[in-house]
Nanobody, 119 residues
């Protein structure tokens, strides 16, 4: 079992920035961030594969978001810049044992942290 603890959510004005962090209780093959807005499906934002420290992004994370990881501390961060109201969602940290962009590729989930972007 892997416990994931997220932090860093909150409310910010459009154009602002937020940094989310996620601490895992042990290492896994990949870690990532998803988000779920009201009435929408959970979507992939960004992920990091520890082997080679390779990062990858979903459409929602390209360009304005940056994922980074600290192997020694077993944490991943999501730096979100130029935030827009449509970025408002609950953001979930996830960890898994196989590469992928889909929810089904991840076995462990955090409790979620709310991000609200006001216009």
């Amino acid at each position: 079992q892997v416990q994931l603890v997220e932090s860093g959510g909150g409310t910010v004005q459009a154009g602002g920035s937020l940094r989310l962090s996620c601490a895992a209780s042990r290492h896994t093959y990949i870690m990532g961030w998803f988000r779920e807005a009201p009435g929408k499906e959970r979507e992939f934002v960004a992920g990091i594969r520890w082997i080679g420290a390779s990062t990858y992004y979903g459409d929602s994370g390209k360009g304005r978001f940056t994922i980074s990881g600290d192997w020694a501390r077993n944490t991943v961060n999501l730096q979100m810049n130029s935030l827009k109201p449509e970025d408002t969602a609950v953001y979930y940290c996830a960890a898994g044992t196989k590469f992928g962009y889909d929810v089904s590729n991840y076995d462990y989930w955090g409790q979620g942290t709310q991000v609200t972007v006001s216009s």
